[in-house]
Each structure stands twice: as structure tokens, then as C-alpha cells.
């Protein structure tokens, strides 16, 4: 039995075997909408030059503004 749910957000794939970090932020909004635990979440300044998952990882910058929104989306829902 498992005790935490996660999600990778930044790992869907999509037909072509390719990472795609387009929907990270509406799986995130989701997966925090039917209560995970925890969100998991890669991120690189420069993602084009991160030695590994460089298509599936979220700019720093752009990470900055999706914990805003997951942040305000929990506290919601938490009542907090």
C-alpha cells in the first residue's frame, strides 16, 4: 500500500517518444485538483544545455511562476 502519491510533470510523452513539458502546468493544476501529494518537477536555467532530459525540464524562471499558481491553487483547496 502506498502512503504518498506523486506526479512527474515534466516527463509526459507524448507519440513520438519525446518528452513534452507544454502541459506541465495544467498536469500540475490537475494532479494538485484531485489531491497527489507532491508534485515532482524538473527545472535548468538553460534547459537546452542540461546534461540529461533537456526536453523535459522547465526554465527556472518559468518554474517560478507555476509554484505561484500550484501554490494558490493548494491553499484553495486546503482552506489555508
Known amino acids: ?7 512527474d510533470i515534466t516527463h509526459p ?5 519525446v518528452y513534452d513539458r507544454t502541459y ?27 546534461l540529461c532530459d533537456a526536453d523535459s525540464q522547465l526554465r527556472t524562471m518559468q518554474l517560478k511562476m507555476y509554484l505561484k499558481s500550484f501554490i494558490e491553487l493548494y491553499r484553495f483547496i486546503n482552506d489555508r
Open 1 to 7: 500500500k502506498a502512503d504518498k502519491v506523486l506526479i
Open 13 to 17: 510523452q507524448n507519440h513520438s517518444k
Open 24 to 50: 506541465a502546468r495544467d498536469l500540475g493544476m490537475a494532479a494538485l485538483a484531485c489531491d497527489v501529494d507532491g508534485l515532482f518537477i524538473e527545472s535548468h536555467v538553460v534547459p537546452e544545455q542540461a
